[in-house]
């Protein structure tokens, strides 16, 4: 194409007959060269684009096969060996540093290489070529790796004994990152279902409402209610360590609880005992676990008291004794829904991993944003858990695998709840931005929390991976997607794949040698 360009050029040029051929060549050859110089330009940028990534696999390739033993010589021997295979023979390999036996466990391997792009409409302006460079650097350090599982524990995943091989797959994800990671890896675990348990014996922690003072502390009671008290005011029975979704927004956020905005503060779980009755005998209620007025210092209701006046009334909870029986999933009492083991903080210490690990049942129902949320509070900074290190720290990596086996539920009634207990009090209550609907629309508002959990999250830095195990509800699938980090951060295993694959290979892919720069 050049040479015929130049012939035409050359022919106007020589143009006798006027002086029309000269004036158009001198006018545009400077034009084509302009126009020209953009496609030797972009013919260059995708050069150099296949450079980089032939030197970046290179690199890798050169320190992950090296040892403290291995010298300078070798690594670069190796790396060339790999550049050659994935690019060609045509670069030139202009700088090369390994640094490989330090005792301070920092080794890494570096290096420049060059090629030279050959142009077309640049040759025109004597420019027959333009360099090309990349630049890698891969490095092995006493970096740490931050891990939190958020794992579905609720009951549906006592099927096929899942809960079992949930257990075994997140044991192999711990060995696969050990055998594989450099520097400190630390590990949490937050088991959920219908709520997260953060522990009973953060009963008193500065984080927890125990004052009562958070704008959903008494919603459903008497004002003025503490729902702690409430706990020690009956018999053969204790808060067990779950909390309710925070209100104000704050219940897709790591906010770090603060007197100023009470909202941020953690409120008890405390499913209220619903009525005996319907008054109109119209509704049903399932988790009457007393007697609406049979408490120390009630008076007797009328038949005729409302089911609100009969959920409120607050003395039928002194020195009563609660039914705590299983029912539909979960158990009766104020503790309904809190159904999982309390959240394991960060540790580097793998038999307390694993002993968390092993401690995991299936009960309950499923909440994954709760989960999710939680995951991001046992690796953020602050409190409730501050285990976590700052965001910028150097060298911290923080990554939350979270799987569930099933897609966010509440269930719709037609009481004055409007819903079943949950980690949103009762839908009635419109912290889920309605006060009624049914099942299927409640669950989408749950995933619309959700969506915007999982960008927050991201937004902080934090690599997420997921894992929806065997669902074939297409929303929870899409969401699921959208919530990992990337498509190779998502995996949709079905019923007859091995979950424990999965978790190794995430344990793969968090432990590998990454690029550094």
């Known amino acids: 194409m050049t040479a015929s360009l130049s012939t035409v050029l050359r022919r106007l040029a020589e143009d006798r007959n006027g002086t029309i051929g000269i004036v158009f060549a001198v006018a545009v050859v400077p034009l084509l060269i302009a126009v020209g110089a953009a496609v030797d330009y972009t013919r260059a940028a995708s050069e150099q684009t296949r450079l980089q990534n032939a030197l970046d696999m290179a690199a890798l390739a050169a320190l992950s096969a090296s040892t403290p033993a291995t010298t300078a010589d070798e690594a670069r021997a190796r790396l060339e060996e ?5 690019y060609g023979l045509d670069y030139k390999l202009t700088s090369f540093e390994a640094a490989l036996s330090r005792t301070d466990g920092d080794r890494y391997v570096k290096a420049t290489a060059t090629v ?19 630049a890698s650097e891969t490095r092995i350090g006493n970096d740490e790796i931050e891990i939190v599982m958020v794992l579905d524990n609720s009951g549906s995943m006592t099927a096929n004994n899942r809960i079992a091989r949930l257990r075994d797959a997140a044991g192999s994800l711990v060995d696969t990152v050990e055998a594989t990671a450099h520097g400190t890896v630390r590990y949490a675990l937050v088991p959920f279902a219908a709520l997260v348990n953060v522990g009973p014996a953060h009963a008193a922690a500065t984080w927890i409402d125990t004052s009562g003072t958070a704008p959903s502390h008494s919603t459903n009671f008497n004002v003025g209610v503490n729902r702690l008290l409430l706990y020690s005011k009956m018999k053969s029975v204790s808060w067990r360590g779950c909390v309710e979704a925070r209100t104000g927004g704050h219940d897709v956020t790591d906010a770090v609880p603060t007197p100023a905005d009470k909202a941020t503060y953690f409120v008890p779980s405390f499913a209220p005992d619903e009525p005996d009755f319907s008054t ?24 005729s008291a409302g089911d609100q006046t009969r959920q409120r009334n607050g003395c039928k909870y002194n020195g009563t004794t609660p039914k705590t029986a299983l029912v539909a999933g979960t158990r009766y009492g104020p503790n309904m829904m809190c159904d999982s083991a309390a959240i394991q903080p960060l540790t580097s210490d ?7 690990i092993g401690g995991m049942t299936a009960y309950g129902g499923t909440n994954i944003t709760e989960g999710l949320a939680w995951g991001w509070r046992a690796i953020s900074p602050g409190e409730p858990f501050t285990e976590g290190k700052l965001y910028d720290a150097k060298g911290v990596r923080k990554v939350i695998v979270l799987m569930t086996d099933g897609e966010n539920t509440l269930n719709a009634q037609t009481n004055i709840n409007r819903s079943t207990y949950s980690a949103y009090g009762y839908v009635a209550e419109g912290r889920l931005g309605i006060t009624t609907g049914t099942t299927s629309v409640i669950q989408d508002k749950m995933d619309a929390r959700l969506a915007t959990l999982c960008g927050g999250v991201k937004a902080a830095g934090i690599e997420v991976y997921t894992i929806t195990y065997d669902v074939s509800d297409t929303a929870t699938r899409t969401l699921m997607g959208a919530c990992a980090s990337s498509t190779g951060h998502a995996y949709f295993p079905s019923a007859s794949d091995s979950l424990t694959a999965v978790f190794e290979a995430i344990g793969k892919s968090v432990g590998k040698i990454r690029l550094s720069q």
């Open 82 to 86: 790999h550049l050659k295979a994935d």
């Open 116 to 134: 030279r792009s050959p142009t077309s409409f640049l040759g025109l302006a004597g420019i027959p070529d333009v360099p090309v460079a990349a």
């Open 280 to 303: 109109n005998k119209s509704f049903s209620y399932m988790n009457n676990y007393l007697t609406d007025d049979v408490g120390s210092g009630c008076t007797t209701l009328s038949g």
């Open 350 to 356: 793998t038999a307390v991993i694993d002993a968390a």
